[in-house]
């Protein structure tokens, strides 16, 4: 038996990074350790922590850089945390579930059909599953519940659901999904903390801006359209992932090099965006070092900017104007520089930016005069998780203000 009181661990798989947190059960659920194991631009894994009840309270450690063995690394290190022999339960972000999108309890059934559509989203569900099925291999007595991305747009109008391509394959759940739903779904629960009634009952464009980049507009708190489609590998450019490209490239290639549709796939997942147009680095914060020397990482740089630039526009206009921009995730957190050229010119819709408060990564970055609010705030997809979780097992100890 465990010294610890009941705890749960969430699981958040993504293209750069393995997000954890582990959670004491109760109300409000109280954060313990988390950390990350995280790959960077130039071939590095490392796994960093926080755990305010060691000593020291922070730490890191060289990871595998190959991704699917990391799952194992990760549960082998959590396994040695003496909080661990408390964990109750365990909730994964899992980035597709084509027909499924609310959160429920991870069965056999639900893992094979997930595991037939990995294919789709080699990014992140081949990891997501490898740390699922990790766990049941060595506990197999934990519950484990799934959170899925796309619940957030479940709800999106059939006209921006709807693919331009013959019907029949509406039946066979092609569609616009989206993603980044947890990240949202958190997102629009802080301006409801903050009070921000405009925000909240108004229109609203979140920019969640990671290794895979997306953006979401929310007309009165629901999601009304996003940049992502069918797949993660649509929309806007990310570290290594294209975004929107011609489907007349995927013929162009096949003819001229005898490009395979596996070799597509690398090229539009592994090897393009940030990447592809710097040929050095995948990561946001190097190509800003290197912009100024490097013609090619500075190219890298302003085609992601206009892209987001021309994303803020089009959701407007699906919104028909906007009142509230929130930036989030690695880059729309902590790159100033970023968010600056993603809002340049935009004075048109009434947005302007301060730049102090720009550069010092202020929770409000817009400026006084400014008719749209422009916010940065700390994206949180593990409380989402959760929540989830003590909802889907019906966790919830004594009654008390949720987190
Ligand atoms: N200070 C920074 N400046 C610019 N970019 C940053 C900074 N910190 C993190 N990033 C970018 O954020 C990305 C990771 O975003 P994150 O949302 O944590 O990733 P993931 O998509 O794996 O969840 C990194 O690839 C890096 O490019
Ligand atoms: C949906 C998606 O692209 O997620 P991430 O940014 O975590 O890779
Ligand atoms: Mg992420």
New binding site residues.
């Given amino acids: 038996m465990s010294d610890h009181a009941p705890t749960l661990l969430t699981i958040?798989g993504?293209?750069?990074?393995i997000?954890f947190a582990l959670f004491q059960i109760g109300a409000p659920l109280q954060r313990l350790l988390y950390g990350?194991i995280?790959w960077?631009?130039a071939g590095r894994a490392m796994l960093s922590y926080t755990d305010p009840a060691s000593d020291p309270p922070q730490g890191q450690i060289e990871a595998p850089f190959v991704r699917e063995s990391a799952s194992a690394v990760l549960i082998d290190w959590l396994e040695q945390q003496a909080s661990f022999d408390s964990v109750q339960a365990v909730g994964h972000r899992l980035v597709h579930g084509m027909s499924h999108c609310e959160a429920q309890r991870a069965t056999d059934d639900l893992l094979a059909e997930i595991q037939r559509e990995a294919p789709e989203d080699p990014e992140h569900l081949p990891l997501e599953l490898s740390l699922l099925h990790e766990i049941a291999a060595r506990r197999p007595d934990l519950p484990q519940v799934v959170c899925f991305d796309t619940e957030f747009h479940a709800e999106m109008p059939r006209v921006a659901r709807v693919l331009p391509i013959p019907r029949r394959y509406q039946a066979l759940g092609v569609q616009r999904y989206g993603f980044h739903g947890l990240s949202y779904a958190y997102l629009m629960q802080e301006l409801r903390r903050l009070g921000d009634h405009a925000a909240t009952s108004g229109r609203v464009v979140l920019a969640?801006?990671?290794?895979?980049a997306s953006m979401a507009a929310v007309l009165s708190g629901r999601s009304i359209d996003t940049s992502m489609g069918f797949t993660p590998a649509s929309g806007l450019p990310g570290?290594t992932r294209s975004g929107d490209l011609d489907p007349g490239l995927v013929a162009y290639l096949a003819r001229i090099e005898d490009r395979s549709i596996e070799g597509f796939q690398q090229l539009v997942q592994r090897e393009s965006g940030?990447l592809g147009l710097s040929e050095t680095s995948?990561?946001?914060?190097?190509?800003?070092e290197l912009e100024a020397t490097d013609q090619r990482a500075a190219e890298a740089v302003a085609n992601f900017c206009y892209q987001a630039k021309k994303r803020i526009g089009s959701l407007t206009a699906a919104l028909g104007g906007l009142d509230t921009l929130v930036f989030a995730?690695?880059?729309g957190?902590?790159?100033p520089a970023?968010r600056e050229r993603a809002c340049q010119g935009l004075g048109f819709l009434g947005l302007e930016l301060d730049p102090q408060r720009n550069a010092a990564n202020a929770a409000v970055i817009s400026s006084a005069d400014s008719r749209v609010t422009v916010r940065v705030i700390r994206?949180d997809e593990e409380a989402m998780i959760a929540r989830a979780v003590t909802r889907v097992l019906d966790l919830d100890s004594p009654p008390g203000p949720r987190p």
């Fill in positions: 958040n993504g293209s750069s990074s997000k990350q995280a960077d631009g969640h801006l990671g290794s895979g570290a940030l995948s990561d946001m914060r190097e190509l800003l995730g690695g880059i957190e902590h790159a970023v994206t």
